[in-house]
């Protein structure tokens, strides 16, 4: 093929595959045109399945797929397919299973090699374009998969096959079905503390990953047995990811992961799925621990939000900020040499920063070993007794006033994909809901109403539910952006008894339960039973596994059992629980991967936990009563705040109307209600406190 100075990938709605627009390989978007011209060509498929804030997927990019001879072996011997990870998580999810059996690893960069059916039979993640260290580099692969796939096909086919057969057995959930049985959250429990890392906090070694559903599970469990332990563990993780690397010491939000167990340096993109439910996690812990820098570390998630995450105008959580403003850096943007730092600083200021964020003349990067990654070395207190002065703590808020100032002006910002996938806005959407009322932020409550009503807006359909995208070429919505989307449509509800969310969540999840319920083993499908075929590996998968966001399942199984709670309609329990169900057999071996799935099998055993406060609009008790509500951690806990206004334009549910002959009431009251019974009323913000803390996680 000659070289064009642009590829079909130009007019692609993903910003990663426009970013590959240039390349001279005759890239192929996921499609029935690739397999169809694989078929008529007979060759195989090369899959190429990463993201535009992926590292390594650029550096893949730059070494090969804009190398001219590389790029001349794959348009000869191979049809070539790239696919944006966020864009399409249902092939990814397929292809990394499979590829995952051969490696025995999987992550981005995704390398593939398929039949013309889209089959795999063979693959990796990065591939070097020479060989080094022994191992084959990129070139010598492309000839020899080409050789084994034109001489030895047979082989190819079984492969295939025997892949193929791998990934369906994988996605079996037979001997998973038993009877539901809370104390399967126990053995989950024991997997996190069995991982849980006492030096650094976090769970297992490096590379070490958030898991925000293990430290929510841990805070909910502090009202339990063995309570002081897991608050102590929860703590620690909150603690060790605040005063790391991993967490933007700066600009505030958190890194995707830290390449260390020490929380020190991290891989340096920003994603929004992890921000949202860190976010999550440091408003409870806030709640639980009532420590002032759980505060500041939510406050700083949401101000990163506010300058570069978001649409301000017409609402929306983008989808990530890039590690990387070119592949010669690593982090650049967000790491500082000594000299860089003290330029910047006044002396008295650079002395004190040094000290707090470790900053000397050699740092942590391999790259460029001046640059220094900073992480708090010590504490505030530490550093006036190693001073003697008092002032610290108004010396590093100028510091870091100086160094955000420095880097937003002075360095180019990494990229950021302002594509708005509707779970993970969902996902934001019920965090921002959260903040507004713990941290008592009317901007955050609009700002997540106003995101939610142009999802509504742009990506439902009465008949089909949620899309996968607000914007841009219709795509069809996954699993996960049926059920995320509900649970906020659910929150969205409890902050405003606006009619509209409850009815619209009602409709969303039916919705789910037609077209990606499993009628026969219980669960759900992460596509839908009518969706037009995907091509490639057509195999059923139900999404169960915490990695990277909540399993679905989960949060399934939680939706439906609110909105029981809310309309008194048995068949959302009925489904719930088949749902928990379908996979209990299974929890103990997934262990620290399967918290949401705890959660709700706490939260389905307890029932949903319901506040009620009455009072008039305005009554000084009422809102005294709504702040204790709010001050106290309980999973997935409703608040609902009814006036008699707010009961005129939207009547309570069903579940809650016993409640009604207060409503008029002079008296402010506040009443707990669980599974449609309510403990008597209390008045006093201290009462409703401790009815909260008091009330078993399960019965």
Partial sequence: MAQTTENRLKDSASPYLRSAAHQPVDWHEWGEEAFERARAEGKPILLDIGAVWCHWCHVIDRESYENPEIARLINELYIAVKVDRDERPDVDARY????????????????????????????????????????????????????AFRNRRAEVDDSARGLEQAVAKAELFHDARGVFDVRVVDRVVESVVGRFDPTHGGFGHAPKFPHSSAIDLLLERTHGPDGGKLEEIAAATLEGMAAGGFHDQIGGGFHRYSVDERWCVPHFEKMSYDNSELLKNYLHGFQVLGR????????????????????????????????????????????????????????????????????????????????????????????????????????????????????????????????????????????????????DRADCREFALKTLDRILQE?????????????????EGSLDDQVFAAAALLDAYEATLDRRYLDTAERAMRRAVERFGDPDGGGFFDRATDARPMGGIEVRRKPLQDSPTP?????????????????????????????????????????????????????????????????????????????????????????????????????????????????????????????????????????????????????
């Fill in 292 to 439: 002032a820098n759980c505060r500041r570390v939510a406050e700083g998630i949401i101000a990163w939000v506010g300058e570069v995450l978001s649409d301000p105008v017409r609402g929306g959580f983008y989808a990530s900020q890039d590690a990387d403003q070119t592949l010669d850096d690593d982090g650049d943007y967000f790491t500082w040499t000594q000299a860089e730092l003290r330029a910047v600083l006044t002396p008295d200021e650079a002395r004190v920063a040094e000290l707090y964020y470790d900053i000397g003349p050699r740092g942590e990067m391999h790259h460029h070993v001046e640059k220094n990654v900073l992480w708090v070395a010590e504490t505030v207190e530490s550093l006036c007794r190693q001073l003697g002065e008092d002032q610290v703590e108004g010396v590093l808020a100028r510091a870091k006033a100086k160094l955000l100032e420095a880097r937003r002006k002075r360095r180019p910002t990494p990229a950021v994909d302002t594509t708005l996938y509707v779970a993970w806005n969902a996902m934001f959407v019920s965090a921002y809901l959260e903040a507004a009322n713990i941290l």
């Fill in 459 to 475: 990506a439902w359909e009465e008949s089909q539910g949620f899309l996968h995208r607000v914007g841009g070429p219709r795509l």
């Fill in 96 to 147: 990394q299973s499979a590829i995952g059996a051969i490696s025995g690893q999987g992550g981005w960069p995704l390398t593939a090699f398929l039949t013309p059916e889209g089959k795999p039979f063979f693959g990796g993640t990065y591939f070097p374009p020479d060989d080094a260290m022994g191992r084959p580099g990129f070139k010598r692969i492309l000839a020899a998969v080409s050789d």
């Fill in 551 to 699: 399993g679905a399942n989960s949060v399934a199984a939680m939706v439906l059992d609110r909105l029981y709670a809310l309309t008194g309609e048995a068949s959302y329990r009925t489904w719930a629980e088949r749902t928990l169900e379908a996979f209990i057999g299974l929890i103990p071996q997934y262990g620290l991967f399967a918290c949401t799935y705890a959660l709700a099998a706490l939260f389905h055993a307890r029932h949903p936990l319901e506040v009620v406060i009455t009072g008039r609009t305005g009554d000084g008790k009422a809102a005294a009563l709504e702040r204790a509500a709010h001050s106290v951690y309980r999973f997935a806990k409703t608040v609902l705040r009814v006036t008699p206004e707010r009961l005129t334009e939207s009547p309570l549910p069903a579940a809650l109307r016993q409640t009604l002959p207060y409503v008029e009431a002079a008296e402010p009251r506040a009443f707990v209600c669980i599974d449609r019974t309510c403990y008597p009323p209390v008045s006093e913000p201290e009462k409703l406190s401790l009815l909260l803390r008091e009330t078993p996680s399960a019965s």
